[in-house]
């Protein structure tokens, strides 16, 4: 009797599975060119093609060639601005560097008349003038922290391609040039030879499709890498530098890219490109034929798609999840469950509308607030049957972002101008309401404080010593 053995395929998770089908659907399309202006270029494999996807819980997703390292060229740009920006601050960097698109050529000559002042830092001269922004006291010492850095954006060391930086070194002389016309406008104030020195040296940097989808998550992460946990640069820095990809990052092909795909991105000659969606992950793509743009082929298609497929663009509105009111109500229909005597079941009874309670869920941010601002604009004891107290239910608060939670607060203060007592209920004790009376341990808790003080107003005996713990499930006397 022969025995069937069946083997086990793994299947693959939905994301790598996703990735492995645009690998499989594009890896065939041989269109496009190698880059040869850099000679060393042109001796790459033009079937190379990976794909690696980085989420902001560190975890790492590929397909195909994705641990097939290749030399960054302008997908270092982004990152060596972020250093410039972290040394100098976004005026001083932007009084050297313009932040606007081109709509020209990577190796362009695009520099403000007069000034000098190249347009954006996501072309050859933008970048080149960065480099020479970061400090440090010579040359090796500016490569050596930029090596650094990009680095930590990457979570491992990056090597350097010396057959690439040799190869450039010889041939650069587009990017010479735009040098020199710098320094004759007076933006560039160094030595040409040594800014291009740092400049090609750290286009040479080696990185893998997995190394720059990780540089890519650590901007989409507010500049912490998920992988190593490491604040590489600070939230406005990363902010700043998503938007300059997002407008000046795929060359004289920017607007169009915007449009279509709607992520920020940066490509390079050598087929790289990094792309992040902020706050979900980075991706990093390597495949080595260009468009005429100078845009990997593969890869441009490849984020088109992926793009598509998960609702990406970056206009794109999900939509609430859930309501942020969750409950609105009074003390009339919502008690606390405490035990009360009967005489304070009556003023409760009677006077339950003076208690309002409106319990908040979610995350919380500019859009929802104004929601809840505007549910609690009627709350006022001098409208007929308005609340004297109002209980906050925040514990569905999934996230509190900080301009909702100023306007929130401010909220509170106008409402206790106004006579109006609020009680927060919030089990993680966060202190999110500071103008609030009182912060309670839970939303039953913040009522039931409510409910004392409204029996308090009322004159009731609240008969403390004859009351017992409360009970889930007890009702009153
Ligand atoms: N090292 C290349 C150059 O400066 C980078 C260009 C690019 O990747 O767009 O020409």
């Known amino acids: 009797m022969s025995k069937v053995t069946t083997r086990a395929r793994a299947t693959p998770d939905p994301i790598t599975a996703a990735l492995q089908e645009l690998h499989d659907s594009l890896a065939s399309d041989a269109g496009g060119d190698l880059a040869t202006y850099i000679p060393q270029l042109a001796r790459v494999d033009p079937g190379l093609f990976g794909l ?85 006291p010579d040359p090796v010492a500016r490569f050596e922290r930029i090596r650094e850095v990009l680095s930590a954006f990457a979570g491992r060391r990056l090597e350097l391609d010396e057959a690439v930086f040799a190869s450039e070194l010889e041939t650069g002389d587009r990017n010479r040039a735009l040098a020199y016309l710098m320094r004759n406008a007076g933006s560039l104030r160094c030595g040409v030879d040594e800014v291009l020195d740092v400049y090609f040296r750290q286009c040479a940097l080696l990185a893998t499709s997995v190394d ?22 600070s939230q406005p820095i990363a902010e700043h530098v998503l938007a300059v990809m997002a407008s000046c990052g795929m060359y004289d092909a920017a607007g169009e890219w915007l449009l279509r795909v709607g992520l920020p991105a940066k490509s390079g000659v050598s087929g790289g490109l990094v792309a992040a969606s902020p706050g979900q992950f980075g991706i990093g793509l390597f495949s080595p034929l260009l468009d005429a743009r100078g845009n990997s082929v593969r890869a441009v298609a490849a984020s088109r798609l992926l ?30 469950g405490r035990r009360r005597l009967r005489t304070e079941r009556e003023v409760l009874h009677a006077h339950g509308d003076d208690i309002d309670l409106r319990s ?36 569905g608060v999934s996230r509190l972002h900080p301009v909702a939670a100023r306007m929130l607060d401010s909220a509170v203060l106008e409402l206790g101008s106004r006579g109006v007592v609020v009680a927060v209920g919030d089990p993680h004790r966060r202190g999110l309401l500071p103008h609030a009376a009182v912060e309670l341990p839970s ?35």
């Open 52 to 136: 690696a996807l980085a989420t902001m819980h560190g975890r790492v997703y590929k397909a195909g060639d994705a641990d097939v390292p290749f030399t960054l060229q302008s997908v270092s740009k982004p990152f060596v601005y972020a250093l410039a920006l972290a040394d100098l601050g976004l005026e001083e960097v932007l009084s050297r560097v313009g932040a606007e698109p081109s709509g020209e050529a990577f190796n362009a000559i695009s520099l403000e008349p007069g000034s000098g002042r190249p347009s954006n830092p996501m072309v050859n001269a933008g970048a080149i003038l960065t480099t020479s922004l970061v400090r440090a």
């Open 212 to 233: 720059v989808a990780v540089m890519a998550a650590t901007l989409a992460n507010g500049g912490v890498n998920p992988c190593t946990k490491v604040t590489v640069v």
């Open 307 to 336: 793009a598509e497929r998960f609702q990406l663009h970056l206009m794109h509105h999900p939509g609430r999840s859930v309501p942020v009111i969750a409950r609105a109500g009074s003390a009339l229909t919502l008690q606390s």
């Open 360 to 395: 908040l869920q979610g995350d919380i941010e500019f859009a929802a607030a104004e929601v809840i601002l505007q549910s609690l604009s009627t709350v006022s004891p001098a409208r007929p049957g308005g609340a004297r107290w109002l209980v906050l239910d925040v514990q």
């Open 443 to 477: 939303p039953e808790e913040a009522l039931e404080w409510c409910e004392d003080a409204l029996l308090e107003s009322h004159g009731a005996s609240l008969a403390l010593e004859q009351r017992e713990p409360w009970q889930p499930g007890q009702g009153g006397e």
